[in-house]
């Protein structure tokens, strides 16, 4: 049995395939999650919706109590970390990680970046020892396996590697720099280009990121399930 976690963080709540305004990657992701339900029907599913309820922000006690160890903490550091803890543990328990993703000022959304934030915390997903010669910090989630998703959207477009104004997309590189220093490296991902326009090239670029994600479903079922797949 498999664990998606399905992350959204668009600001906008509803999804762009039944409402006007909705929002692009929830779309995606709601479809990423639909064809894997489908696909692994015992499957369990975990959402988190950051763009609904942001995580808290790192703030002077999260570090303090992030940076001291677990036997010397105080029940207030605990209950500081209380959040970041549950984060971290359903993204342990993930074998699969969704993650709709859109672009604001060239970067992600201030909710996914306290998600980030929560996540990468030292002693839980990296470890760090300054006497360690040569490699003080190290991942602590590299033997796991997991696969991440990132499905953007955008409202100009040519921000895709080898494009116009991919040197000014902050979206997928960042990302993609926390979760290998956390030990994910198995990365993917999928965007919508050409929103502030909504003519026919929106449509067809969301035409294309959908069947982008259905590529991506198949790909990663069968490298979780290869037996089944024969
Ligand atoms: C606060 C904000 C900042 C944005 N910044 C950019 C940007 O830097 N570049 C861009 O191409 N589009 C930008 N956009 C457009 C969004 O990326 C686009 O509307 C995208 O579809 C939003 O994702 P969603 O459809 O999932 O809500 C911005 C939109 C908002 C609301």
């Given at each position: 049995?498999?664990t998606?976690l399905?992350l959204d963080s668009?600001?906008?709540?509803g999804t762009?395939?039944?409402?006007?305004?909705?929002?692009?990657?929830?779309r995606l992701a709601a479809?990423?999650?639909?064809?894997w339900?489908?696909?692994?029907p015992d499957a369990?599913?975990?959402?988190?919706?950051?763009g609904?309820e942001?995580?808290?922000?790192?703030?002077?006690?999260?570090i303090h109590?992030?940076?001291?160890?677990?036997?010397?903490r105080?029940?207030?550091?605990?209950?500081v970390?209380?959040?970041?803890d549950?984060l971290?543990?359903?993204?342990?328990?993930?074998d699969?990680?969704v993650a709709?993703?859109?672009?604001?000022n060239f970067?992600?959304p201030a909710?996914?970046?306290a998600?980030?934030d929560?996540?990468?915390r030292v002693?839980?997903t990296?470890?760090f020892?300054?006497?360690?010669?040569?490699?003080p910090?190290?991942p602590?989630?590299?033997?796991?396996?997991?696969s991440?998703?990132i499905?953007?959207s955008r409202g100009d477009?040519?921000?895709s590697?080898g494009?116009r104004?991919?040197?000014?997309n902050?979206?997928e590189p960042?990302?993609?720099?926390?979760?290998?220093y956390i030990?994910?490296?198995?990365v993917?991902g999928?965007?919508?280009?050409?929103?502030?326009f909504?003519?026919g090239?929106l449509r067809?670029?969301?035409v294309?990121a959908?069947s982008?994600v259905d590529?991506l479903v198949?790909?990663?079922?069968?490298q979780?399930?290869?037996?089944?797949d024969s």
């Amino acid at each position: 049995m498999t664990t998606l976690l399905h992350l959204d963080s668009s600001a906008r709540p509803g999804t762009s395939a039944n409402q006007s305004f909705g929002s692009h990657t929830r779309r995606l992701a709601a479809r990423f999650v639909a064809g894997w339900r489908a696909a692994h029907p015992d499957a369990a599913v975990i959402h988190r919706d950051l763009g609904a309820e942001p995580p808290q922000h790192v703030t002077g006690e999260w570090i303090h109590a992030a940076f001291t160890k677990p036997e010397q903490r105080l029940p207030w550091m605990d209950a500081v970390l209380r959040e970041s803890d549950q984060l971290i543990d359903e993204l342990c328990a993930a074998d699969v990680i969704v993650a709709g993703v859109p672009m604001y000022n060239f970067n992600v959304p201030a909710q996914f970046k306290a998600y980030i934030d929560n996540i990468v915390r030292v002693g839980r997903t990296f470890g760090f020892d300054r006497a360690r010669a040569g490699a003080p910090y190290w991942p602590l989630l590299d033997q796991d396996r997991k696969s991440f998703v990132i499905l953007s959207s955008r409202g100009d477009h040519g921000y895709s590697q080898g494009q116009r104004i991919a040197h000014m997309n902050h979206v997928e590189p960042s990302i993609t720099t926390a979760l290998r220093y956390i030990g994910i490296t198995d990365v993917h991902g999928a965007a919508v280009e050409f929103d502030e326009f909504g003519d026919g090239r929106l449509r067809a670029s969301i035409v294309a990121a959908e069947s982008q994600v259905d590529e991506l479903v198949a790909q990663l079922g069968a490298q979780r399930h290869p037996a089944s797949d024969s």
